[in-house]
């Protein structure tokens, strides 16, 4: 497929990732070929979220070869949201993509997401079919429920990690959770603001290699904690 190189839009892509150390050089190297196809001012983020495997070391590898990648690691495990709130810090460009590392998603699909860019200051993808199992699917879908009830959110995927922002909307935003709640605080203050949001259909891949920790109680907990929190400051 040919894609038209945007030379008026400039995006960091960053990727959160805990203990993806089968997946994160698969994911740079067709980040690396892609990227440069739609876009001539980009930079690569690897936000490794305290990996106990080789996730840092790999990706290190990479930018120690392209100067276009850099590596923000946490010493400890932090959390989802808090990798994301260091993606978005460290982050330079006039554009702010992100996806997580464990290639559920087709980074060539970002061109899906670029024409609405002009009109929008958020676009996010929206997983046709997800390929989760059952369990974390009600969990989700119970959870978007909860978010329309108590902020009147209206949208297709809550979490899929497939977004872009304006990066002067997303970095005007105080972003506080640590947790999964990371992507409703996102819309939902988006939302709160008046920003324009956009949804695009993608696809979404089993994971292949590594663990999924969205289901862990204790992933669980924090989400519940963050919404509690985030409920009583919009109330």
Same mark, same amino acid.
């Given at each position: 497929?040919?894609?038209?190189v945007m030379n008026n839009i400039s995006i960091s892509v ?72 260091t993606g978005i810090e460290n982050s330079n460009k006039n ?46 879908k119970s959870f978007k429920i909860l978010i329309q009830i ?32 990371? &992507?409703?605080?996102?819309? @939902? %203050? #988006?939302?709160?603001?008046? /920003? !324009? =949001? ?17 289901? &862990?109680?204790?992933?669980? @907990? %924090? #989400?519940?904690?963050?919404? /509690? !929190? =985030? ?5």
């Open positions: 497929m040919n894609h038209q960053f990727f959160p990732c805990y203990n993806e150390g089968r997946n994160i050089g698969k994911l740079l190297t067709n980040t690396l070929n892609f990227i440069p196809k739609i876009c001539s001012d980009f930079e690569v983020i690897v936000v490794d979220d305290g990996s106990r495997d080789d996730t840092a070391e790999i990706a290190h590898i990479f930018s120690q070869k392209d100067p276009r990648v850099k590596v923000v690691s946490h010493g400890r495990n932090k959390g989802y949201g808090f990798a994301l709130r554009y702010i993509f992100f996806t997580d590392g464990d290639n559920q998603f087709d980074i060539t699909e970002l061109a899906k997401l670029l024409p609405h860019l002009q009109d929008f200051d958020i676009v996010a993808g929206f997983r046709i079919k997800r390929k989760d199992n059952l369990v974390r699917r009600l969990n989700a108590l902020f009147g959110l209206k949208i297709t995927d809550l979490n899929c990690a497939f977004k872009i922002f304006k990066s002067k909307s997303v970095k005007n935003m105080e972003l506080k959770s640590s947790g999964a709640m990371i &992507n409703a605080e996102i819309l @939902i %203050r #988006a939302m709160k603001k008046g /920003y !324009k =949001m956009k949804e695009v259909g993608i696809n979404h891949y089993p994971r292949q290699w590594g663990t999924q920790t969205g289901g &862990n109680l204790r992933v669980i @907990i %924090r #989400a519940f904690r963050d919404l /509690y !929190k =985030m409920r009583k400051e919009l109330k």
